[in-house]
């Protein structure tokens, strides 16, 4: 049975962990406060309507697993990097021309082009108003993480509806827009611990191979999932040529996929036949294995860790994110 991209949550289980997302949730309310109304209704449509919030989470038990005490010093972190991976969805929205987020109109519909062009710049600058206390390291650290994720999207863009891409060109676009976020969000955590270096190295590959795994997951719900369980019709990116994973592979086996990956404005019957034929070439299989093995990556890194039950929260994570793709 699918599931629930929101079941991706094992900090309910644990109080104190639960009262640090309390803490994330009540700062980017903090956050979003504007002089100008609209721009605070527009950041809180999408803020509050119901992310997964995979990305504060992960941060805060890595933050916990490496021995970090007060949660309070990782809270303005976490939070920022949801802000951030807020703004970049707003703006996704707007180059996509998408209908729907997280189950609903998307802001770009609901508000139009430019105040949620404008949205996503006001959010952007609020996360990184969030880190100003921090040292020069770690602001550093998340601009880094930005400036790979306006690389990804560009590049993304480059191969959108272009047959010549590549796997290798795929894992690179999901490392700058996905997987940079979570590497800098766990590097950040066993920084703020006071960890040795070799284990904020550690967790910054964690990190990224914790990204990859939920990027290659997502990629597979588009093609074989439940649009009731995910919040969104499947088969969005062979509509907009989005070159993700399952697409990527079944270019060369399934000429009807590379066919409707191609067309300007495909049908629902054109990319119901390009489903079908993506389902039935085989790579359904061998995207399952690419995200368990990312998953595998991601265990190995935490099974370093000292025995903690942060660090079996950690585990459980990982096991839940490939969960979602069986």
């Known amino acids: ?5 929101a079941s991706v949550n094992p900090m309910a289980a644990d109080p ?10 009540l700062r980017l309310a903090e956050r979003l406060g504007s002089d100008e109304p609209r721009l605070t209704e527009i950041a809180s449509y999408l803020v509050d309507s119901g992310g997964k919030r995979v990305r504060p989470t992960v941060t805060l038990v890595i933050f916990r697993a490496c021995g970090g005490g007060d949660v309070r010093d990782i809270v303005d972190v976490a939070a920022a990097l949801e802000l951030i991976h807020s703004a970049t969805l707003l703006h996704d929205d707007i180059i996509d021309r998408s209908e729907t987020r997280r189950g609903r109109d998307s802001a770009y519909r609901r508000y139009g082009l430019g105040d949620t062009l404008v949205t996503g710049d006001f959010v952007f600058s609020k996360a990184f108003q ?10 550093n650290w998340a601009a880094e993480a930005c400036i790979k994720l306006t690389e990804g999207e560009v590049m993304q863009a480059r191969f959108r509806k272009n047959p010549a891409v590549t796997v290798a060109d795929y894992l690179q676009i999901i490392y700058r827009k996905t997987a940079s976020i979570f590497e800098q969000g ?3 955590a066993a920084y703020l611990a006071r960890a040795p270096q070799a ?24 093609v074989d ?3 009731a369980l995910t919040g969104k019709p499947v088969g969005i990116d062979l509509r907009e040529g989005n070159p993700s994973l399952p697409i990527v592979l079944a270019l060369a086996k399934a000429p009807e996929v590379a066919r409707v990956f191609q067309l300007p ?7 119901d036949s390009a489903l079908a034929a993506l389902r039935a070439s085989g ?43 069986s």
């Open 186 to 188: 766990a590097r950040t």
């Open 265 to 271: 404005a495909p049908t629902d019957a054109d990319v």
């Open 199 to 222: 284990t904020i190295d550690a967790m910054a590959e964690c990190g990224m191979n914790v990204g990859m795994t939920f990027q290659i997951v997502d990629d597979l719900l588009d």
């Open 283 to 325: 790579v359904i299989d061998e995207v399952r294995r690419m995200a368990l093995d990312y998953g595998r990556r991601a265990r190995a890194g935490i099974a370093d860790l000292a025995p903690s039950s942060d660090r079996e929260q950690l585990l459980e994570m990982v096991d839940q994110l490939i969960d979602r793709a």
């Open 130 to 139: 969030l880190c100003a206390r921090f040292e020069e390291k770690l602001i």
């Open 225 to 227: 999932g439940d649009a």
């Open 1 to 5: 049975m699918k599931k629930s991209p």
């Open 16 to 25: 104190s962990l639960a009262e640090a997302l309390d803490m994330v949730e």
